[in-house]
């Protein structure tokens, strides 16, 4: 890491609760019905808690029951990155905000239509943006 990139991690780190930092920054996740936004049933936007960049769409929120707020697809077609992640036994598709790396959650193919995927996503790396 570079002293740009180490400087621009410590603002990030001092930005953000550790919490929101082991889950954004060190892949972590957040305990099962912990986050407040799971039950968030309001119109609105979910934007990456790290830069900003809007991710999800309350319209494609759904109570998949997992206890981590879902969705069945972003809000836009560019704003996550996916890739295998294999740190459990069973491989799985971690989700990453395309902007800035940081983890989101998971994506498995057991949603509901259109998509049939749910993106299970950690409450603590995302802000809530009610709809005005």
């Given amino acids: 890491m570079t002293n740009d990139n180490s400087q621009e991690e410590n603002k990030i780190k001092n930005a953000l609760t550790p919490e929101q930092y082991k889950i954004a920054r060190e892949e972590g996740t957040e305990r099962a019905f912990t986050s407040p936004l799971n039950n968030e049933k309001r119109n609105g936007e979910y934007h990456c808690v790290v830069c900003d960049t809007v991710l999800w769409s309350s319209t494609h929120k759904y109570d998949s029951g997992s206890g981590w707020p879902s969705f069945y ?60």
């Fill in 73 to 132: 697809q972003p809000a836009f077609d560019d704003v996550i990155s996916t890739e295998q992640d294999f740190k459990l036994a069973m491989p799985r598709v971690e989700v990453k905000c395309a902007k800035c790396g940081s983890h989101m959650g998971h994506v498995f193919e057991d949603g509901p239509p259109p998509t049939g995927l749910r993106y299970c996503i950690n409450g603590s790396v995302l802000k809530f943006v009610p709809e005005e």
